[in-house]
């Protein structure tokens, strides 16, 4: 039986595929197109339609009668087929790596979304000063087969390790981008093998509304599924927050998907010649202050925060949504007054990774636009710094342990630094204390790629060894390392696979990277029981002890700096010593990052238990029972690259 369809003008609103009033309506932006064209898809046939416009510059149209299971793209003059900015389903669906079968274009689907059953779950709503993130990658984390879990690399993978992380002890997620995206767009080709590789981190979103389709055990169902992740997350007490990139996309002139195809000058930076502004490095940047840029941006955070629940964004390259079309800084972004003002949009988290690719060095400045805070990039250089023995950096460590006051305290509190040792981007905590230099010949890149700067020292060799000396010093620094993580003022920021150790090898930027590189190795955690206890007991332990995540920045009430004798702190020394005045639970903490022995003597007063000594096991801890570690003499002798912490009883 021939499908019969009746074509009408339509409407300009809402932007994207509705329903209204029986028809499926189509609206579209393309201020600079002649004309615009629906293309629909169905049953093997091909329909092209004439849309109407422009109105404000959207082209719109409305087709009633349409079949099941149909698809459309759009063609503006006579460009090629392009995906809808505004879809909520791709039809065009592929098996994960698959380079065989050309993507473009992605199809559309017609299928309005099915309901979702919430089960009246509701948002953890975690106070900021309680949070700790875990930064994850949804498909490395069970990919690998010793997750044993019915679907790896999935959604639904990700559910059945819930357990997991509530026993680990993080209470909000950071997933590294989930917007789809096409990980057969690289060109990179492993220098041994000669196979190509993927684009695994994802940062290249073909859409803003579309959830990771080859993420779900079933690409057809990734809405449902994400909802699904979220929902059972939520039902666990964990926050999900979106790392998501607004700032560029994958297009350039031989790979067009969508937003280049219909309007490359309203979509993208360009300059005077009509070449794009690149302050991504990766070839364009979107542009997010003008009405078309912003609108999208807009809609794109509400839509994942009304229908996808999601609980905060952290914007990639956020420094990007203060520049002007013409790439200027601006000193009052628009796209940062209209988040702030969004009823929609209130309560979500906002994080910002405040730099860009071109320079742009903001760290501090975005709680000044809202609610806002952000990656602290200066945190994480002076406490590597510190820690592996870089001279004159005391007081900058004693600064970002503190809640970085110098960068927040004009606009906010400590609660706008998202602290954190090592993230996606750069080496795992492991590889910080065992590689001097990246090692990404694997990239493709012949080891252009990457960070030359990392303030990373590997312990006295390069790499994988099995000298007992330096291994023991590589464990203590990764002790150090945490134990200041987890007790910094701000919020803490977890590596996935930081808590068992995990190596990449020396790959400081191993985006390319689909294997054991990236993925999380469960074997581990029986075979680091010990130290996966030692990261859930610090992580616990600053839940527990309230001077440990303060609301508000120290004062001389609440804080006295040591050195070597107490009240007389050395700020050219490598050693940093404070104590809190916890009514509850008076804290003694001392890093020395010193390559000789050294003695402290204690603050008097007081009966000093020890609870942690960096330079002893992974185990031999008393963070979960502090009235059982040992009472301290007056004065204590510290080890070379060690840290103690002390309670008073």
Same mark, same amino acid.
């Given at each position: 039986?021939?499908?019969? *369809?009746k074509i009408?003008?339509?409407?300009?609103?809402?932007?994207g595929?509705?329903?209204?009033?029986?028809?499926?309506?189509?609206?579209?932006?393309?201020?600079?197109?002649?004309?615009?064209?629906?293309?629909?898809?169905?049953?093997?046939?091909?329909?092209?339609?004439? @849309?109407?416009?422009?109105?404000?510059?959207?082209?719109?149209?409305?087709?009633?009668g349409?079949?099941?299971?149909?698809?459309?793209?759009?063609?503006?003059?006579?460009?090629?087929?392009?995906?809808?900015?505004?879809?909520?389903?791709?039809?065009?669906?592929?098996k994960?790596?698959?380079?065989?079968?050309?993507?473009l274009?992605?199809?559309?689907?017609?299928?309005?979304?099915?309901?979702?059953?919430w089960?009246?779950?509701a948002?953890?709503?975690?106070?900021?000063e309680?949070?700790?993130?875990?930064?994850?990658?949804?498909?490395?984390?069970?990919?690998?087969?010793?997750?044993?879990?019915a679907?790896?690399?999935?959604?639904?993978?990700? *559910?059945?390790?819930?357990?997991?992380?509530k026993?680990?002890?993080?209470?909000?997620?950071?997933?590294?981008?989930?917007f789809?995206?096409?990980?057969?767009?690289?060109?990179?080709?492993?220098?041994?093998?000669?196979?190509?590789l993927?684009?695994y981190?994802g940062?290249?979103?073909?859409?803003?509304?579309?959830?990771?389709s080859?993420y779900?055990?079933?690409?057809?169902?990734?809405?449902?599924?994400?909802?699904t992740?979220?929902?059972? @997350?939520?039902?666990?007490?964990?926050?999900?927050?979106?790392?998501?990139?607004?700032?560029h996309?994958?297009?350039?002139?031989?790979?067009?998907?969508?937003?280049?195809?219909?309007?490359?000058?309203?979509?993208? @930076?360009?300059?005077?010649?009509?070449?794009?502004?690149?302050?991504?490095?990766?070839?364009?940047?979107?542009?997010?202050?003008?009405?078309?840029?912003?609108?999208?941006?807009?809609?794109?955070?509400r839509?994942?925060?009304?229908?996808?629940h *999601?609980?905060?964004?952290?914007?990639?390259?956020?420094?990007?949504?203060?520049?002007?079309?013409?790439?200027?800084?601006?000193?009052?972004?628009?796209?940062?007054? @209209?988040?702030?003002?969004?009823?929609?949009?209130?309560?979500?988290?906002?994080?910002?990774?405040?730099?860009?690719?071109?320079?742009?060095?903001?760290?501090?400045?975005?709680?000044?636009?809202?609610?806002?805070s952000?990656?602290?990039?200066?945190?994480r250089?002076?406490?590597?710094?510190?820690?592996?023995?870089?001279?004159?950096e005391?007081?900058?460590?004693a600064?970002?342990?503190?809640?970085?006051?110098?960068?927040y305290?004009?606009?906010?509190?400590?609660?706008?630094? *998202?602290?954190f040792?090592?993230?996606?981007?750069?080496?795992?905590?492991?590889?910080?204390?065992?590689?001097?230099?990246?090692?990404?010949?694997?990239?493709?890149?012949?080891?252009r790629?990457?960070?030359?700067?990392?303030?990373?020292?590997?312990?006295?060799?390069?790499?994988?060894?099995?000298?007992?000396?330096?291994?023991?010093?590589?464990?203590?620094?990764m002790?150090?390392?945490?134990?200041?993580?987890?007790?910094s003022?701000?919020?803490?920021?977890?590596?996935?696979?930081?808590?068992i150790?995990?190596?990449?090898?020396?790959?400081n930027?191993?985006?390319?990277?689909?294997?054991?590189?990236?993925?999380?190795?469960?074997?581990?955690?029986?075979?680091r029981?010990?130290r996966l206890?030692?990261?859930?007991?610090?992580?616990?332990?600053?839940?527990?002890?309230?001077?440990?995540?303060?609301k508000?920045?120290?004062?001389?009430?609440d804080?006295?700096?040591?050195?070597?004798?107490?009240?007389?702190?050395?700020?050219?020394?490598?050693?940093?010593?404070?104590?809190?005045?916890?009514?509850?639970?008076?804290?003694?903490?001392?890093?020395?990052?010193?390559?000789?022995?050294?003695?402290?003597?204690?603050?008097?007063?007081?009966?000093?238990k020890?609870?942690?000594?960096?330079?002893?096991?992974w185990?031999?801890?008393?963070?979960n029972?502090?009235?059982?570690?040992?009472t301290?003499?007056?004065?204590?002798?510290?080890?070379?690259?060690?840290?103690?912490?002390?309670?008073?009883?």
């Amino acid at each position: 039986m021939e499908t019969k *369809i009746k074509i009408s003008s339509g409407t300009h609103e809402p932007l994207g595929l509705s329903y209204q009033l029986g028809a499926a309506n189509f609206a579209v932006f393309s201020a600079h197109a002649a004309k615009a064209t629906l293309i629909l898809y169905w049953e093997g046939k091909r329909i092209e339609i004439a @849309m109407e416009g422009p109105y404000i510059g959207i082209w719109h149209v409305a087709v009633e009668g349409l079949p099941k299971g149909a698809s459309y793209a759009y063609r503006f003059d006579d460009g090629p087929p392009v995906s809808d900015p505004y879809a909520k389903a791709y039809s065009s669906l592929y098996k994960w790596g698959d380079f065989s079968t050309p993507r473009l274009p992605f199809l559309c689907s017609c299928e309005p979304l099915p309901p979702f059953d919430w089960q009246e779950v509701a948002k953890p709503k975690i106070p900021l000063e309680n949070l700790v993130i875990y930064e994850m990658h949804v498909r490395g984390f069970t990919q690998d087969p010793s997750s044993r879990v019915a679907h790896p690399g999935t959604y639904l993978g990700a *559910i059945e390790k819930i357990p997991y992380l509530k026993q680990l002890g993080v209470n909000a997620v950071e997933l590294m981008p989930i917007f789809e995206f096409d990980e057969t767009h690289m060109v990179n080709v492993h220098p041994k093998t000669g196979k190509r590789l993927v684009n695994y981190w994802g940062y290249s979103p073909l859409s803003f509304f579309l959830p990771m389709s080859r993420y779900a055990s079933k690409p057809e169902r990734a809405a449902e599924e994400f909802k699904t992740f979220v929902r059972e @997350m939520h039902r666990s007490g964990i926050e999900v927050i979106l790392d998501v990139v607004y700032n560029h996309t994958p297009e350039n002139k031989d790979y067009i998907s969508s937003y280049r195809g219909i309007d490359r000058a309203s979509y993208y @930076m360009l300059d005077e010649k009509g070449v794009d502004r690149n302050y991504t490095g990766c070839g364009n940047t979107f542009q997010s202050n003008t009405p078309v840029g912003l609108r999208l941006i807009l809609d794109s955070l509400r839509y994942w925060t009304t229908e996808m629940h *999601i609980d905060g964004f952290r914007f990639d390259l956020a420094s990007i949504l203060t520049r002007n079309p013409k790439g200027k800084p601006l000193a009052d972004p628009p796209i940062l007054k @209209m988040i702030a003002k969004d009823p929609v949009l209130k309560g979500v988290r906002l994080i910002a990774e405040p730099w860009d690719a071109a320079g742009l060095y903001q760290v501090g400045q975005f709680p000044k636009w809202g609610a806002w805070s952000g990656w602290n990039g200066s945190y994480r250089d002076h406490v590597r710094r510190f820690i592996k023995g870089t001279d004159q950096e005391a007081g900058p460590f004693a600064t970002a342990l503190c809640g970085s006051e110098p960068s927040y305290g004009p606009v906010h509190t400590p609660l706008s630094s *998202i602290n954190f040792i090592t993230a996606h981007d750069g080496f795992s905590l492991c590889d910080l204390v065992s590689y001097q230099d990246k090692h990404n010949e694997e990239n493709g890149e012949k080891n252009r790629d990457g960070s030359n700067s990392n303030d990373s020292w590997n312990c006295g060799v390069e790499g994988e060894t099995k000298d007992p000396a330096i291994c023991g010093l590589r464990e203590r620094q990764m002790r150090n390392f945490l134990l200041a993580l987890f007790f910094s003022q701000g919020i803490p920021m977890l590596l996935m696979g930081d808590e068992i150790g995990h190596t990449r090898k020396g790959n400081n930027n191993p985006y390319v990277q689909d294997n054991e590189i990236n993925w999380f190795h469960w074997d581990l955690c029986a075979e680091r029981k010990k130290r996966l206890e030692f990261v859930s007991s610090l992580i616990a332990f600053r839940k527990e002890h309230k001077a440990l995540h303060r609301k508000e920045f120290f004062t001389s009430a609440d804080i006295d700096w040591h050195g070597v004798l107490p009240g007389k702190p050395d700020w050219g020394s490598r050693l940093v010593a404070f104590s809190l005045k916890d009514p509850d639970a008076p804290l003694y903490v001392a890093f020395h990052a010193g390559y000789a022995e050294t003695e402290v003597t204690l603050p008097p007063g007081k009966t000093w238990k020890e609870i942690v000594d960096t330079n002893l096991p992974w185990d031999r801890h008393c963070l979960n029972r502090p009235k059982e570690g040992r009472t301290l003499e007056k004065t204590v002798k510290l080890a070379p690259y060690s840290a103690l912490v002390a309670i008073a009883i």
